[in-house]
């Protein structure tokens, strides 16, 4: 046991990285992969034999994860599943919509968000009638750890807006997906056989989603 052990180096396809370890009282390991450096918080009795082996076995995935395009970089912003060129400040054109002239990132993000409520809104009421279902209300909100949630006793809808990155497709996936909780309120397979009945190619969508895959 390395008790109060110190930061370390660890390689990967030949190149060495530095790793952070940061003591907790907590039962599990974790890891995380930021600005070309390992970061681990684990319990104080936690030995570095132990660490390295769980660098083995998610140190590289980690790293691929963490080099995958961002929705939003310095000079570019995916919207829909197109990538656009944007500056600090400047003006975006979208198409159907008024030019938008923004301040910086944040202003924009700030005035896509009505923008993208109206198109999703549009999307949740075609499938509303295609699947047969009653209207809810549509919110668009900041979340982190879901894409969507359905509230089956308040009727409402909420859409995170992070999907606004995604193309048409993946958007309406996720679409059919809080939609047929109206119809079957758990994840079993008969929830499943409604998604897949309006949505055929929900998995490829929700494989895309989970990766990252803006197009």
């Known amino acids: 046991m390395f008790f109060g052990m110190k930061n370390f180096f660890y390689k990967v396809n030949d190149k060495e990285y530095e790793v952070i370890v940061t003591h907790k009282r907590i039962k599990n390991i974790h ?3 930021k600005d070309d450096k390992f970061y681990i918080s684990c319990h104080p009795f936690v030995g570095r034999h132990t660490l390295i082996n769980g660098l083995n076995q998610f140190g590289e995935g980690l790293i691929k994860r ?3 395009e961002k929705p939003i970089g310095d000079n570019y912003i995916y919207l829909f599943g197109e990538k656009y060129i944007i500056n600090t400040s400047g003006k975006l ?3 159907g919509y008024k030019e938008i002239n923004y301040k910086d990132h944040d202003d924009l993000l700030k005035k896509l968000k009505p923008i993208f409520k109206d198109i999703i809104t549009q999307r949740v009421r075609y499938y509303e009638g295609l699947m047969n279902v009653p209207s809810y209300t549509i919110n668009v909100r900041n979340m982190t750890s879901r894409y969507g949630s359905n509230s089956k ?7 995170a807006f ?3 990155h995604y193309s048409f497709a993946i958007i309406d996936s996720v679409v059919v997906h809080e939609l047929a ?4 309120f758990n994840h079993s397979k008969k929830f499943y056989d409604v998604v897949y009945k309006y949505y055929p190619d929900y998995d490829s969508c929700h494989t895309k989603l989970r990766k990252g895959v803006f197009k």
């Open 162 to 164: 992070t999907l606004i």
């Open 31 to 33: 890891y995380r992969f």
């Open 93 to 95: 054109s979208l198409s």
């Open 181 to 184: 909780h109206i119809l079957v």
């Open 153 to 159: 006793y308040s009727k409402n809808i909420n859409f």
């Open 66 to 68: 963490s080099s995958k």
